[in-house]
């Protein structure tokens, strides 16, 4: 931040036009008077510092600037929804897929909202947490999708099965070695089993929460192009941002020690 703001200054046009005024004076004096050299340019370099000390202290300067940056900073998130979007396409089903597309539809009419309507300092942070959320929607919407489809590819039905002729097997086992395999076997299927249920009922909540998400966002178009804000919007929208950040880190979790059979 600091580092743009520098070189923000450095080449202000402003400054710059000083320096190139400030250049042509010491090549005219170098022309007419013997060793104005000597002084002359490095007088113009002084003269453009000065100039930039005196844009890093402006109201005006610090203004302007801020502005630029918080307009970068919606572009930047505008492109990261893009970005993440067309990534998320590769994971989800027809229904999911739908969903998303009425995510960025509302998406695209919120920026296009804020570039072509009246700004103010909390339309802008209120647009700026709004398209984090669609971030956070999107990356929740992919690990969601894939742990969905991980899931759906285990068959609960062979492992209950399996698990019913072990159990058949078991009152047969006089070897007691044997008999031990057989329950830790069974013991094993029944944690799957149990953690897959419980995964399922933890991505049937993600699954509410995404809904949430998604009404959050359209709700919030609409007030933002008929510029209703205020402090609550705020404060609704980090809070689903940090839930949604939450959620997909658990996801995250579970695919990285997804249940292998």
């Known amino acids: 931040m600091k580092s743009r703001l520098f070189l923000s200054a450095v080449f202000r046009l402003r400054n710059i036009g000083i320096l190139l005024i400030a250049l042509g004076i010491a090549a005219i004096l170098e022309n007419n008077i013997s060793g104005a050299n000597v002084f002359a340019y490095p007088a113009a370099i002084a003269v453009y510092i000065v100039s930039i000390l005196q844009s890093l202290v402006s109201r005006k300067f610090h203004e302007k600037f801020n502005q630029r940056e918080k307009i970068r900073n919606i572009q930047n998130l505008n492109f990261a929804c893009l970005r ?34 009246e700004r103010s300092y909390l339309k802008e942070k209120i647009v700026e947490q709004t398209l984090n959320l669609v971030v956070s929607y999107i990356k929740l919407l992919t690990n969601f999708c894939i742990r969905n489809r991980e899931l759906s590819e285990i068959d609960v039905g ?7 002729q072990n159990l058949r097997k078991l009152n047969f086992v006089n070897d007691p070695v044997a008999a031990e395999d057989l329950k830790k076997v069974i013991e094993m299927d029944e944690k799957i089993i149990k953690r897959v249920k419980e995964e399922k009922q933890e991505l049937e909540r993600i699954g509410a929460k995404l809904d949430y998400m998604e009404s959050t966002v359209h709700m919030f178009k609409h007030q933002i192009i008929s ?35």
Request: net charge neutral; glycine share 2%; aromatic share 4%.
């Open 84 to 117: 993440l979007s067309h990534e998320a396409k590769k994971h989800t089903n027809p229904r999911y897929a739908q969903k998303l597309r009425k995510v960025m539809e509302d998406k695209d009419d919120i920026v296009n909202s804020f570039f072509r309507g």
């Open 158 to 164: 062979a492992i209950t099965n399996r698990i019913n």
């Open 227 to 261: 510029s209703i804000e205020s402090e609550e919007m705020l404060e609704t929208l980090e809070t689903a941002v940090n839930e949604a950040a939450a959620l997909d880190s658990v996801l995250e979790e579970r695919r990285k020690s997804r249940i292998r059979i």
